[in-house]
């Protein structure tokens, strides 16, 4: 899975150590935070987050789309509350979770003030619709044909409000650019979350090394020097280069007025390459597999009727396992990496975040170039 409770639980936990920006906005939407973080804290409750707009227009701010409020924005306010209008993008897990948080992380400009908002919502609010793309479990035959996509889908959506009514008390951010502009950035919660994202990748990983490594013991290929070759280059290298970025985040925080974030220097390198390196994994995969997956009987099924039962047992089985471990085996590792499910979890390593120039801009900014140019400039100075 990617967007576990985890990912959004960082969000709450860093807006609520860094209450200050919100107070800038009035002591009652720090208040706010404050009060929904313990609250989504005592409850256990899966908040989801949409925080980027659907892609309608891209050369144009939230306030001129061609037409109004088809990015969420405040249409009314009435005792006690705003009205929220229009529609927010991809929402993953939205059908999962409990509440969703909505707000952008994509930069807005002076002029977007009706749709300068952040604020918690329970998904069952009156008038907020849920579009959930098609569910990847629907098409499947059963677990051992398709163990993750039949279990771990997280079903993304597309979320539109048909005027909500948000009270104040769920209201973080009111009208205000420069605040919904500075919210995950400027509090540790962008690293935060993405720390998460970074652990999570970095465990992933880890069962594909696994994957991989079984995928040969099966046929007896393991033994091979080209198939370690790959191992090593293509998958171990990455998993242990990780694991470093992971532990060098959590060793080295970054201190500021008292809250320590994991250091984003690293956070965001991971970030950067991940959503290039991802594909190359799998092609590693694939390139071990050949045409495994596709020698596989169609079902499970094919294991109980007496007319298949003798060819698959015979046929299907691997060097070192049996014909229904070996298929159990290929058809886990073609889930992973050929599915639909498959197919989506790879878009997700690309853009759960943001597009590479986005990500890489991120790095730009928290690498210590300064220091690298000292360098430089000493070696310019030790001789004429
Ligand atoms: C499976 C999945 C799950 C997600 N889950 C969530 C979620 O739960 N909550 C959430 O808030 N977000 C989620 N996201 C992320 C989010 O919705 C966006 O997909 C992400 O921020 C990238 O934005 P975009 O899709 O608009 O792509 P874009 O930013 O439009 O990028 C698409 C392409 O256009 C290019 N491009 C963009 N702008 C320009 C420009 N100005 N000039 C030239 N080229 C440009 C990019 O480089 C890229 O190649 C999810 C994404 C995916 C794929």
Redesign the pocket.
Known sequence: M??TPDHVACVLSAFAGWRQLFDRGGTRFGDNVVRFYERARDADLYV????????ID??QPAHRQPQPFLYPGVAAERDGGIVVRGA???????VLADWLFISY??PLVPGDEDYALSFVTPVNAPGLRVYPRRPYAQGTTSVFDYPLSSRFDEV?ATIVFDDVFVPWEQVFVYKNVDLVNAQFHESPSHTLANFQSLVRFTVKLEFMAGLALKLLEVHAADGKPEAQASLGGDIAALCATFDALVQAAERNPLIREGVARPHPQYVYAGMSLQRRLIVDMLRAIRELAGGAFQQLPSSEAGFSSPETRADLEKFMRGATADARARVKLLKLVWDFVGTEFGG?QL??E?????????VNTRMFRSYDWQHAKAVVDRCLGEYE
Do not use: E, K, N
């Open positions: 990617g967007r989801a987050y949409g925080i980027v707009p659907l892609q891209r050369s927010q993008g991809i929402t993953t897990a939205a992380i994509t993304d989506r878009q997700y690309m853009f759960y975040s943001a597009a590479q120039p986005v």
